[in-house]
């Protein structure tokens, strides 16, 4: 499938933590990237929203820790920028994160497996669902995508890990 966005979950797609116990970095220093990230990653001719040419990009990122208290919106958001310079090599175009901030189990509109934070992305870029992969590794994940209308692919298998890893 020729895709005109791929749009990315961040931990345990892009990313672990590397606190024991701890499924998320709270702050700088907690996250290193998978292995084959970068180099699967290059692959791709990335475009900025508004560009013709190129494959757009995306995170969307449940982020319960802000809405519980672990750390501020502006943390997550940094932590997330600071992984897609690693990843990508380059600073992500405004708006190419999304974040839910809400605490699990709010009813909030946007927390994965809600549409909303793929449709966000799908509107920045112009893209309709039939051009539009999601790469993530949860169930969550995928039923985002399924009900954004849009492809999903396991992160294990985009990034070629094996699954436990």
């Not at 998320?24 to 001719?45: Q, S």
């Not at 309709?128 to 985002?144: E, I």
């Amino acid at each position: 499938m020729d895709y005109r966005l791929i749009i990315f979950d961040a931990d345990g797609t892009l990313r672990y933590c590397t606190v024991e116990g701890q499924p998320c970095p709270n702050r700088a220093g907690e996250w290193k990237l998978y292995p084959g990230v970068i180099e699967t990653l290059e692959r791709f001719n990335w475009a900025h929203p508004g560009e013709e040419t190129g494959v757009g990009y995306g995170i969307a990122s449940n982020q319960g820790g802000v809405g519980v208290g672990y750390f501020a919106e502006s943390t997550a958001i940094a932590l997330l920028e600071d992984t897609f310079i690693e990843a990508f090599g380059f600073s992500p175009a405004e708006e190419t994160i999304e974040i839910c901030p809400h605490v699990p189990h709010s009813g909030c509109g946007c927390r994965k497996p809600e549409p909303t934070m793929l449709n966000r992305l799908m509107k920045l870029y112009g893209t309709s669902p039939d051009h539009v992969l999601f790469v993530g590794d949860r169930d969550a994940d995928r039923k985002a995508a399924f009900n954004a209308g849009c492809d999903f692919q396991w992160a294990s298998e985009f990034f070629d890990r094996d699954p436990e890893s």
